[in-house]
C-alpha cells in the first residue's frame, strides 16, 4: 500500500514547524516517526495534503532534567527512554513501558510524542504517562500551554491538542529515591494474546495511582481502587474495583465483562509490582 | 519530486523521490535491491527489516525521504567482499535458519541489529529481539540458533563451522 501524494516539509526548528502548520492549516500533518501516522494514510485513515517532518528539530528531542521535572522531547524514540539511565534510576516504569511498545524496530522508530498525540486508547504510553501523572507541553502560535495528562486525552484518538499546535515535550515528576532508599514503587501488567499486539487490557500503578489502557476510549484512572488503597484497602479489595467507572468494548479478541474481568486481575498484579 | 540523498550498502545515491514513496520500495524498484521483501505491509512481520544508521526498521514503514542523510543497510550489504555469505547468513546457513526464505533477510538484518547493540544475548534476549519478525513456516528454533550462532561467531569464542547444530535451545 502506498499513502496518497502530499507535499513534504522539513521543518528546521520548532517555531518553522509552527510557522509550516499555520501556513498549511488542517491539511498539514506533523511527521516524526511516521509509525501511527502512515499505517494510517496507507489505508487512507489520514490523507494529510502536507506532512511537516519535525524528526530533526534538535531542540524536540532528547531527555533533561529541570528541576523537579524530567522533561522529554516529543521525538525521542521509545528506544531511548527504554535505555535511557536517568528514567531507569528515577522513573522506572516509563523506561519498561517503552521496552513493551511493539517490537525492536517499531521503537527504533515511534516516538513519545507522536504516541501520545496518537491517543490510542490501547497504547501503553499514554496509559504510563497517566499513572505518573504527566505534564503535557504544547508549544502553538500564542506560545507554550502546559495540560495536565488527565486533561489531555478526550476520547479514542483524540485529545485537546489544535490543528495548529506542536505536541512538544512530555514532563514526569521526578522521582528520587528518598533517604530510607525507596524508589518509585510500580507495576505493569499487559494482557496480549500474541507477542507485539496492543493490549486487550493493560494496567500501569505507580505510586498509588492506577492507570488502565483498552478499557474505554481514552486511558483511564481506576479512581475507586486508587481511593480504596488511600483509605486503607488491601491491594486484594483495592484491585476488585478496577473496573469501577469503566466502558470497555467488545471485539474479537474479548467481550467487556471479560475486559473488567483482566482490568482486576491485572491491577492486583501491577499493586503487587508484578510485571508482565 | 524531493531529492534523497544516503548511503546503501555503503554506495552514495541520489535521486528524485516523490514524497510518498517507501523506504522498501525505493530499495527495491529505484535501486533493484531485492532482498528486502514486503510482506505484511503493515509494520508487523518484519520481512522488509533493514538497518537505517546501524538500527533495525521495517522499511514499509519509513519514507524514502525520511532516509535522507542517513546510512541504509540491505542483506545485500552483508554479503562478504568476495561474494561470499556474511557471518550473520553463514550462520542461519549453518544452522538451517530458514525453510522457504522469505522473511530470512529481515530475520538476518534484525540479528544484525540486534547483535549490535547486544553482542551477547541469552536464547531469551534473541527470541525477544526477533519479537518484530514473523517466520510463517514457523522455523524459529533454527533461526534461534542462527543467532546465537552468529554472535558466538562475532565474538571470536567459536572458529567458523565448530558450533554443534543441535545447540541445545528450549522448546
Known sequence: ?276 | MTEVKLTVNGVARSDEVEPRLLLVHYLRETLGLRAANVGCDTTSCGACTVLLDGESVKSCTVLAVQANGRAVTTAEGVVNADGTLGVVQQAFREEHGLQCGFCTPGMVMAVTGLLAENPRPTEQEVREGLEGNFCRCTGYHNIVRAALNAAARLQGAVPSGTVPSNTEVSA
Open chain 1, 1 to 276: 500500500m502506498i499513502p496518497a501524494s502530499f507535499e513534504y516539509e522539513v521543518a528546521t526548528s520548532a517555531q518553522h514547524a509552527l510557522a509550516l502548520l499555520a501556513e498549511h492549516g488542517e491539511d498539514a500533518k506533523l511527521l516524526a516517526g511516521g509509525h501511527s501516522l502512515l499505517p494510517m494514510m496507507k489505508v487512507r485513515l489520514a490523507q494529510p495534503a502536507v506532512l511537516i517532518d519535525i524528526a530533526r528539530v534538535p531542540e524536540l528531542s532528547g531527555i533533561r532534567v529541570d528541576g523537579d521535572e524530567i522533561v522529554i522531547g516529543a521525538t525521542t524514540r521509545h528506544a531511548d527512554l527504554a535505555s535511557s539511565e536517568v528514567l531507569a534510576a528515577e522513573v522506572p516504569i516509563l523506561a519498561y513501558a517503552a521496552a513493551q511498545v511493539g517490537d525492536p524496530q517499531i521503537r527504533h522508530r515511534g516516538t513519545i510524542g507522536g504516541s501520545v498525540a496518537h491517543a490510542d486508547p490501547s497504547a501503553d504510553l499514554p496509559m504510563t504517562l497517566l499513572a505518573l501523572g504527566a505534564t503535557i507541553e504544547i508549544t502553538g502560535p500564542a506560545g507554550t500551554r502546559a495540560v495536565g495528562v488527565d486533561d489531555f486525552f478526550t476520547g479514542p484518538f483524540e485529545s485537546v491538542l489544535q490543528p495548529d499546535e506542536i505536541l512538544s515535550a512530555i514532563r514526569v515528576p521526578r522521582h528520587r529515591d528518598d533517604k530510607a532508599g525507596a524508589g518509585q514503587t510500580w507495576g505493569y501488567q499487559k494482557f496480549v494474546r500474541r507477542a507485539n499486539d496492543w493490549a486487550i487490557v493493560g494496567v500501569a500503578a505507580c505510586d498509588g495511582r492506577v492507570a488502565l489502557a483498552s478499557m474505554g476510549g481514552t486511558p483511564l484512572r481506576a479512581h475507586a481502587t486508587e481511593d480504596a488503597l488511600r483509605s486503607g484497602a488491601s491491594i486484594q479489595e483495592a484491585a476488585q474495583l478496577a473496573a469501577v467507572g469503566t466502558s470497555p468494548g467488545a471485539d474479537f479478541h474479548a467481550d467487556a465483562d471479560f475486559r473488567e474481568h483482566l482490568a482486576r486481575v491485572l491491577t492486583r498484579r501491577a499493586l503487587e509490582g508484578r510485571t508482565g
